[in-house]
Structures are given as structure tokens and as C-alpha cells.
């Protein structure tokens, strides 16, 4: 048996399987990098809608909070959420109150109500987590992508060299060099998108965790007249 001939029959083979399913890759790679920079498009503006419409202000929401806790223990929920809600600047925060709003029926228990609080902390959470991925994803993908776009146009292009055939070198090298700049940019929009809404959130998670203590944590609170009352006062009344 000739080993030599048949390294070389395998090489050949492997050129050419490699070389076959290498460029066939190339046309979904460039629809999927199409519909990258679609999307970002998209997100980008949506992002910059979000930055306009964000105001943060946490002096009126901390004493929209100490108000609504007073209301709270008096037990004017409605007038205690509507407060919130009027205080409340961000998304999240919104949504954050008007989940607790739904949850009236387990105001009775203490127990019961601070378990809910922390469940929907937990779900929101996990909804900021779940968009920030697909920025995340944009931010690995587009680059990774745009290489794929690069390397694969490489092979036709160095036979069109070796061959003479300088429009298919030309065709070939466009190509890389477009998708190169069209998955970096999909990467930049991506990681600019999750630098800045993953600051945001945090800011917004630490903000409903400070409002779901002042409203139903055991600690004093001060009220706007200067006493003190203390937290799950009223709740307690019901255990």
C-alpha cells in the first residue's frame, strides 16, 4: 500500500471538502449579518428612547416611598401606590409598584407580602437579564461573524490570484472587507447598548430593593413631620 499517495489523496480530499463547505457557509453568514445590523439598528434607537425618556430622580421617589409607608400603615393602599406611581421615574420601578399593587390580598401578612417582594425582585431581575442578552449576543456574534464574512472570500480570492482573474480577486476581497466592518459595527452598537442599560439597571435594581425596605422592612422609618414610626406596624396588628 502507497502511504504517501494515500496522505495525499486524503489531503486532497480535505482541500476540497474544507473549500466546499467553507464557502457555502458564506451566503448564510452574510443574512445573518444582515439581520444583525437590522436589529441593532432597531435596538439603538430603542435605546436612545429609553436614555431620553429616563429621568431618575431618588429625593422624590425616597419621599414618595416615606409618604406611601405612612399610607401604608394607615391603610390607604390605593392612595399609597398612586403616590408611588407619581414618584417613580424609571421602567422598572413603575413596574415594580404596579406588580406590589396586584399583590393587595396578601398585605394581611407580613411574611407573606415580604416573600412576594423578593419573588418579584427575583423576576424582575430576570427580565433585565433577558434583555441585556440579546445585546450581549450582538456584541460576541457581530464580530465573530464578520470574521467568518473575512476568511471565507480569502480562499476564492487566492485562487483568482494564482489564476490571474483580478475581478474575481476584487469581487472576493469587497466582500471580506465589508463584512468585516458591517460585524463590527453590529458589535460596537452591542456593546454599547449593554455597557450602558446594565449601569441603568443596577441603578434601578438597588432602587426597588431601598423602596421594598422603607415600605416593608422592620426598621424605623422617619415621616415627613420628624417622628418615627416603626415598619410593620400595621402588618403586625393582622399576625
Known amino acids: 500500500m502507497d502511504i504517501s499517495g494515500a496522505l495525499g489523496l486524503f489531503k486532497l480530499g480535505a482541500q476540497k471538502g474544507i473549500y466546499l463547505l467553507s464557502t457555502n457557509l458564506l451566503y448564510p453568514v452574510i443574512v445573518l449579518l444582515f439581520i444583525l445590523i437590522s436589529w441593532s439598528m432597531i435596538a439603538f434607537g430603542g435605546f436612545l428612547y429609553e436614555w431620553r425618556v429616563r429621568r431618575r430622580d431618588f429625593v422624590s421617589l425616597e419621599r414618595g416611598a416615606l409618604k406611601a409607608r405612612a399610607l401604608l400603615d394607615a391603610n390607604d393602599l390605593d392612595g399609597a401606590f398612586e403616590l408611588l406611581s407619581k414618584s417613580c421615574s424609571t421602567y422598572y420601578v413603575h413596574e415594580f409598584i404596579n ?141
Open 99 to 239: 406588580r406590589i399593587s396586584e399583590s393587595g390580598g396578601l398585605f394581611a401578612s407580613r411574611k407573606l407580602m415580604q416573600a412576594r417582594v423578593e419573588k418579584l425582585l427575583q423576576d424582575l431581575e430576570t427580565d433585565m437579564t433577558k434583555r441585556l442578552e440579546k445585546s450581549r449576543f450582538v456584541t460576541r456574534a457581530g464580530p465573530m461573524l464578520g470574521l467568518m464574512g473575512t476568511l471565507i472570500p480569502m480562499g476564492p480570492a487566492l485562487l483568482a490570484l494564482a489564476g490571474g482573474d483580478v475581478k474575481t480577486l476584487a469581487d472576493n476581497l469587497i466582500i471580506a472587507f465589508g463584512t468585516t466592518v458591517v460585524g463590527l459595527a453590529t458589535g460596537l452598537v452591542g456593546y454599547t447598548v449593554t455597557l450602558v442599560r446594565s449601569r441603568w439597571y443596577e441603578q434601578d435594581m438597588s432602587d426597588m430593593e431601598y423602596l421594598a425596605e422603607i415600605l416593608f422592612g422592620e426598621s424605623e422609618v422617619e415621616t415627613e413631620e420628624g417622628g418615627l414610626e416603626k415598619g410593620g406596624g400595621r402588618r403586625n396588628e393582622h399576625e
